[in-house]
């Protein structure tokens, strides 16, 4: 079986494409998942959420020295991640300039 990882930005090229199908909340997906009984009722809460922000931790402790601050400013890193069919978490990589050009579809 292959497995194509694309992006929202390259989707939304798509005839029919729709945002909401594409983009879920935590809640949303939480929901998704306990209604087709694929993880536990606090998948997101207990494996999700503290993974991200483990790996959120890592990434922005090892690129401290990099990082500068500037008064009245603020840089938006984007984080990839991706869960396999057994619903582990995957760090893919982080983006300093992450795009935005599907918000605007």
Not at 35 to 41: A, L, W
Request: proline share 3%; hydrophobic share 35%.
């Amino acid at each position: 079986r292959k497995v194509y990882l694309t992006n929202t930005h390259f989707q939304s090229r798509k005839v029919g494409f729709k945002l909401s199908e594409h983009i879920w909340s935590f809640s949303t997906f939480q929901d998704y998942l306990s209604e087709k009984g694929r993880t536990s009722k606090h998948y997101v809460e207990t494996i999700l959420n503290p993974y991200i922000k483990d790996v959120a931790l890592y990434v922005f402790m090892s690129a401290k020295k990099k990082l500068k601050p500037r008064a009245g400013s603020f840089q938006i890193i984007g984080l990839d991640f991706m869960i396999d069919q057994n619903y582990g978490v995957h760090f893919i990589e982080a983006n300093g300039y992450p795009g935005y050009t599907w918000s605007i579809n």
